[in-house]
C-alpha cells in the first residue's frame, strides 16, 4: 500500500525528472520519483547494516575471553 507523502526537490532535479522521465520508460514521474526513493533508501540500509556489523565487532574484540586450554596446560599429553 502506497502513502502520498509530499517531498521538497530542488527545481533544476525536478525539471530534470520531468523531461526524462519518459525517455527512460518510467510510466510517470511518481514511478520515478519511487524508484529514486527506492534505490536510497535500499543504500541506506546497506550503510546501517555495516554500521551494526563494525559496531557488533568492534564490541566482541573488547570483550574478555575464556582461555578454553587453562584447564589442560601444565599436563601431559601423553599420560591422559
Not at 573488547?62 to 599420560?79: V, W
Amino acid at each position: 500500500m502506497l502513502i502520498p507523502t509530499k517531498i521538497q526537490i530542488d527545481k533544476k532535479i525536478y525539471e530534470f525528472i520531468k523531461q526524462t522521465h519518459k525517455k527512460l520508460h518510467y510510466r510517470s514521474l511518481s514511478e520515478y520519483m519511487r524508484e529514486a526513493v527506492n534505490t536510497k533508501v535500499e543504500e541506506d540500509r546497506k550503510r546501517l547494516r555495516e554500521l551494526k556489523r563494525i559496531a557488533a565487532m568492534e564490541m566482541i574484540g573488547r570483550a574478555p575471553y575464556d582461555n578454553l586450554f587453562e584447564s589442560i596446560e601444565g599436563e601431559d599429553f601423553e599420560d591422559r
